[in-house]
């Protein structure tokens, strides 16, 4: 990892898990492994939170609450899905009620597999996230000079026709 100008702020999301990858993140976050030596700095605010951390899978009730949270934070932004859970809905995969993995419902960028994930893979996803932040931060300032007083194109990850009619569907108000 290079240098970084900014500390992200991480926001930790954790679905419907058996919480084995919940404790993991924690282990990860507070002072035994110390993701804050990183520059990283946890927070329970999506509006200042530039990394989203998901553990556990996606059903239908959570799903309207990570969709939320993701659009809440400010772009550039990150997701990083940990464990099994999170990247493929894992164990609780064909629960009737599941719909996968972080994937279905938000764009992930960076899988952490494992069952539980170790905290080693865990600070390996967020170095990656913190990378990859950058990267985007780089490539936002670029075109905000290169495009100074223009509004900005929605981004094609977030709002698109086919979120909102997975949206609906979720939330049982698709139309007819
Ligand atoms: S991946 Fe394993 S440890 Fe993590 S939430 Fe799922 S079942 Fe639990």
Redo the contacts with the bound molecule.
């Keep these: 990892m290079g240098k970084v100008k900014k500390s992200p702020w991480l926001l930790h999301y954790d679905g419907s898990?058996?919480?084995?990858?919940?404790i993991e993140v924690l282990a990860t976050l507070t002072p035994v492994y110390d993701a804050e030596r990183f520059g990283v700095v946890n927070t329970g605010d999506p509006l200042q939170a530039d990394i989203l951390m998901i553990?556990?899978?996606i059903n239908q009730q959570n799903a309207p609450v990570v969709k939320q949270l993701y659009d809440q934070m400010p772009r550039p932004k990150v997701v990083v899905a940990v464990?099994?859970?999170?990247c493929s809905g894992?164990?609780?995969r064909e629960c009737y009620n599941m719909l996968g993995g972080a994937d279905s419902t938000v764009p992930v960028d960076i899988y952490v597999p494992?069952?539980?994930?170790r905290p080693e893979s865990i600070m390996d996803g967020i170095l990656k996230a913190v990378a990859l932040f950058q990267k985007r931060s780089d490539e936002h300032d670029q075109y905000e000079k290169e495009h100074k007083g223009e509004a900005r194109p929605v981004d094609p990850s977030i709002n698109t026709a086919h979120d909102k009619a997975k949206l609906k569907e979720m939330e049982g108000t698709a139309d007819a």
Aim: hydrophobic content about 25%; overall charge negative; proline content about 0%.
């Design positions: 898990s058996c919480n084995g990858c919940d553990t556990g899978g464990g099994t859970c999170a894992g164990v609780f494992g069952c539980a994930a």
